[in-house]
């Protein structure tokens, strides 16, 4: 039998979620930088779950001898040493000092000096969290000496399980030998001067490299991602030496995956040009760029670091500076010679007042900078129906011309409805109006009104006859996403202004005529790929749906949420300037993504190509799968995608015909359950569910050992698909590790605010036991849960996280079986059973809780959420959880408080939950909560007769009344605040307050200030 893997016994999970936080705020050579795509995973977290799912635990019995030794000896010393005492629990712990630790501390390690702050309650930078020689850390995504300990571990974990009587020692020279011939047969190639030429001295060199890499990786686990996206999970099992293959559907992710975690690692290498060969290529163009870069020719010769990196930007630098001499015109210079770095640009409606007919611009907001040091705006000059503007300085008091679309007319105070004026805007799209010049200077950004000339010239460009304008219809009904839509702007060329089409197209005509020779062979496409990447990255910030952000003066790219928004005043930046969406930015994220991800000697393999086919890999062929499908209906890929897949199709259809072959993205096999493709929810779900199925089921029998999961949407529905899907394919839940991944900013501390997090289940193929009765296996997840809850309660997981993180418990637990029955031989559905699940760990949470419903759900939401404000949608799904109380009561007890923007709410405070309304004693309808409430409000007022009266109403001259349990649980429970102030006090008098209630100390009549 084969011992469990790491992922189904143990994670450092507070580690890695520390780490996943930090990768959100990365962005120099990180990969989300190289192109959009959305839910990016972490690399922390993949690169965690890709080695705990292919390393077994040390302490299972069934732990190869030479996987312990490896451990013991490259594990060895104070570097990963567990925890004297555990930082992030309140009680002084040690962590054994044992294998299964030392292992989970390699993954990730809080640093010596963030154990300290943790335990002293302080934040720690998020770089210094994680200690050095943590295999998550960012820092160490190309540290060979870290890595190689993970790539041995993982090799001699492969070799011992298939081999138990292979050694430690001779798999780790294995190991070293099969690297080091890697790194011969580099330095052999690297080498060669002008290896460009493919003589058969290089076509020799790079086949034994070739051999090399391969030599290793065949003897290293198979990794597999099915739905890889931006390539995140492939990139991180190649890193450590796998070999790694990823699927997606998606041309547009297909062409992302193979810029991330293809090209760089094979052809991001360093070159050596011998000085004729480097002029005769790059000319005095390349000359000065070598000069630019700091290099230089030595004895004739240059050496490149990077060869990917470098042909990237001389080739895009190339690109621009010719576009620019074609087309630079249309971004004049001002009178200074300073290029602008961008126009604002407003849509104007026609007033419908027949008599006024005004052309207004629909300004919601006529500042141009708000800042604290800051603000200008647009001031409205108005002569009858004639609008102009001038720059002003200072505070603005104009009321918004355009609110939610309503037009109100400032020449005539006429209000057009936003009806009509979708109207005007689908039948001729809403005319644009430059309104202001952005330019740069000493001082920060000048905001200027063009003059007539310069307004004259840009207002009339008409885009060319043979500009290519993408007439691919968006998605129209697929409102939630795409709201652009019902204004008319229905086919993806209509996001574009002509002049930003005309641009675009002057850069994808000079990329057909770059390479007239066949100089490069094959490493050309991979250069093209890279152009197409960055002309596509481009539009993301050049578009007129792009928002400019006065806040900070900068303009944000269009695609900021999985959506396209309805814009009426957009930044048209220049892409030939110097600032944020310019072309030589763009240019700067590529490149130093490449010059950051390119020292792994492994890529990837990636197909674009729906998953599920059972014969991609022979049976059992795969070790292992790590993946991230999509979050049920929370992304249209497809149809979000279509946005870039257009240009990438016209600027790479010709190198990639069977990937662009199709005129838009591929819909109908994407997995996801988007109600504008299937017509009802129901069919949705339906659709998700069996495409998934039809996916996990091809991997269970292609796979050999663990399946890892990743998930992160919260609703029941979509987790019941999921675990449906995983139960259909034969396949049982082993693990389940609820991972922070998505909040910024939050200090790692003992209080460590609620979390936001992705669950990642492990699953095994599953040997189901038959018939089991519903209360029996009801028994086992409520005990399963409870621990669940308390241990993670403790890790710091709050809110609906925590309820969901326990679903895993739940489904493993059901999913021995082959059927469970309840007692009238009705079926147990896997809706019911997240149901009891979510229930179990609720109730968990309030063990020990008495008192009334209401009272419960205050202290349920008092764990779960804390003071905090929460979405609307959360007292839905918490009000669904075992209590039977409706939504309306828990807002009209006043226990939640409904926030002035209207879709979020917070706990009442006692002086919010009552009100107005705390007067002495009791009444009939008095819950527990208010009981309580109403004492912290007679304490604070220092009401110490009302208080007392209100203990003997109540009863509650017994310490072991359930007011002074509800008390007591308030004590643990209330953030810092002056609610726990009053909860502290009336603990500490307690025994006096008791007392003094049970002698019947009469009232006062006046209120002095009492001592308590
Ligand atoms: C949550 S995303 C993966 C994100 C990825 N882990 C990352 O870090 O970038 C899910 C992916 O599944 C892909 N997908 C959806 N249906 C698919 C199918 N039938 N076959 C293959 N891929 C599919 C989508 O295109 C999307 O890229």
């Not at 979620?17 to 990768?23: G, L, N």
């Not at 030496?241 to 094979?266: L, T």
Request: a negative charge; glycine letters at 6%; charged letters at 25%.
């Amino acid at each position: 039998m084969k011992a469990k893997k790491l992922i189904e016994v143990a994670m450092p999970i507070k580690e890695i979620s520390a780490e996943s936080v930090r990768d959100k705020s990365i962005r120099h050579g990180h990969i989300s930088t190289l192109h959009l795509w959305w839910a990016r995973r972490p690399l922390p977290v993949c690169r965690a779950v890709v080695f705990a799912s292919l390393v077994p635990d040390p302490l299972d019995e069934n732990c190869p001898q030479a996987f312990k030794d490896a451990v013991a000896t490259l594990l060895k010393g104070s570097q990963y040493k567990p925890y004297d005492d555990i930082p992030y629990t309140s009680a002084i712990d040690e962590m054994d000092d044992n294998l299964r630790h030392r292992l989970m501390m390699f993954i990730g390690r809080f640093s010596d000096k963030c154990q300290k702050n943790m335990i002293a309650g302080k934040a720690t930078s998020p770089a210094e969290q994680l200690s050095a020689g943590s295999l998550i850390k960012w820092e160490n995504k190309n540290n060979e000496a870290v890595l190689n300990i993970a790539r041995k571990l993982i090799w001699v974990a492969y070799h011992s399980e298939h081999d138990p009587h292979l050694n430690y020692e001779r798999l780790s020279y294995l190991f070293d030998k099969a690297y080091q011939d890697i790194k011969e047969a580099e330095k052999a190639l690297y080498d060669i001067q002008d290896r460009h030429k493919m003589t058969p001295e290089v076509q020799q060199a790079e086949k034994r490299l070739h051999n090399a890499i391969d030599a290793l990786q065949q003897r290293m686990p198979s990794v597999f991602d099915p739905f890889a996206g931006g390539g995140a999970i492939p990139l991180e099992a190649a890193r450590l030496g796998c070999r790694s293959y990823g699927n997606d559907i998606n041309p547009v992710a297909h062409i992302i995956e193979r810029g991330s975690a293809e090209f760089p690692q094979k052809h991001g290498k360093p070159i050596r040009y011998t000085e004729a060969e480097f002029r005769r290529i790059y000319g005095k163009e390349g000359v000065d760029m070598l000069g630019e870069k700091g290099f230089a020719f030595f004895d004739g010769v240059v050496e490149i670091p990077n060869r990917l990196a470098w042909d990237v930007e001389f080739y895009a630098k190339r690109i621009l500076r010719e576009s620019e001499k074609e087309v630079g015109w249309m971004y004049p210079t001002d009178e200074n010679g300073n290029k602008p770095v961008a126009y604002y640009w407003v849509r104007t409606a026609k007033c419908s007042n027949p008599s006024c007919g005004a052309e207004v611009p629909l300004l919601r907001s006529f500042y141009l900078c708000k800042t604290s040091r800051k603000k200008v705006y647009l001031n409205p000059i108005i002569k009858g129906s004639e609008i102009q503007f001038e720059i002003k300085q200072g505070d603005c008091n104009i009321k918004e011309w355009n609110h939610r679309g309503n037009l109100t007319c400032p020449c005539c105070g006429n209000i057009t409805e936003v009806e009509k004026v979708k109207e005007q805007s689908k039948k001729n799209r809403l005319p644009e109006r430059l309104v202001a010049i952005i330019s740069e200077s000493n001082n920060g950004k000048v905001y200027s009104i063009p003059n007539d000339e310069v307004f004259n010239k840009i207002q009339s460009f008409q885009l060319g006859k043979d500009c290519f304008k993408p007439s691919e219809k968006m998605p129209i009904d697929y409102i939630q996403a795409f709201p652009s839509c019902t204004w008319g702007y229905d086919s993806w060329g209509d996001l574009f202004s002509d002049r930003q089409l005309t641009v675009l197209n002057t850069l994808s005509n000079k990329l057909s005529s770059l390479f007239d020779t066949d100089e490069f062979d094959n490493y050309k496409n991979v250069i093209k790929t890279y152009m197409a990447i960055l002309i596509d990255k481009q539009t993301d910030y050049y578009n007129s749906f792009c928002t400019w952000d006065s806040s900070r003066e900068t303009d944000s790219h269009v695609f900021s949420r999985q959506a396209i928004s309805m814009v009426f005043d957009y930044p048209e930046a220049n892409l030939f300037s110097y600032s944020t969406g310019c072309f030589n930015n763009m240019i700067d994220w590529v490149v130093r993504y490449l010059n950051s991800e390119s020292a792994s000697p492994f890529s990837c393999e990636f197909r674009n190509a729906s998953s599920g086919e059972k014969t991609q890999f022979e049976s059992k062929e795969l070790t292992a799968v790590v993946t991230d499908p999509p979050y049920y209906d929370a992304i249209g890929y497809a149809d979000c995608s279509d946005f870039f897949y257009v240009w990438l199709k016209h600027i790479l259809g010709d190198i990639y015909p069977i990937v662009f072959s199709t005129p838009k993205t591929p819909k109908s096999d994407e997995c996801t359950a988007l109600i504008h493709y299937h017509g009802t929810q129901e069919k949705a779900k339906h659709h998700f569910e069996s495409k998934l199925t039809q996916i996990f089921d091809a991997i269970e029998e292609q796979t050999s050992d663990v399946v890892s999961i990743m998930f992160a949407h919260q609703s029941t529905e979509a987790w019941t698909t999921l675990c449906n899907s995983i139960l259909n394919a034969r396949m049982n839940i082993t693990g389940s590790w609820p991972m922070d991944t998505e909040l910024a900013n939050r200090s790692v501390g003992l209080q460590g605010a609620a979390l936001e997090s992705s669950v990642t289940v492990s699953c095994r193929p599953s040997q189901r036991q038959g018939f089991a009765e519903y209360k029996e296996v009801k028994r086992a997840i409520e005990k399963n849960v409870k621990e669940e809850v308390n241990k993670l309660y403790d890790l710091g997981f709050r809110g609906a996280d925590l309820l969901t993180a326990c679903f895993g418990q739940a489904v493993s637990e059901f999913g021995k079986y082959e059927v469970v029955e309840k007692s009238n031989g009705d079926r147990v559905m896997v809706a019911e059973l997240l149901e009891l699940s979510r229930e179990a760990a609720f109730n968990a949470l309030l063990e020990g809780v008495q008192g009334d419903d209401f009272t419960k759900f205050y202290l349920g939401w008092l764990q779960l959420n804390g003071m905090s404000s929460t979405n609307y949608d959360d007292v839905t799904k918490f009000t669904r959880v075992g209590l039977p109380i409706d939504v309306r009561e828990v807002f009209s007890q006043g226990l939640l408080v409904k926030e002035p923007s209207g879709n979020k709410q917070h706990l009442a405070t006692a002086a919010e939950h009552l009100e107005g309304d705390h007067i002495a004693g009791t009444r009939d309808t008095d819950l527990l909560i208010d009981q309580a409430h109403r004492a912290i409000l007679f304490y604070k007022d220092e009401n110490r007769p009302a208080l007392l009266k209100l203990l003997r109403d109540i009863n509650a001259q017994d310490a072991n009344a359930s007011f002074w349990r509800l008390l007591a649980s308030l004590k643990e429970l209330l953030p810092a605040c002056d609610d726990l102030k009053q909860v502290q006090g009336l603990l500490q008098n307690g025994e006096d307050l008791r007392q003094a209630s049970r002698q019947n100390e009469q009232p006062t009549t006046t209120q002095t200030t009492i001592e308590f």
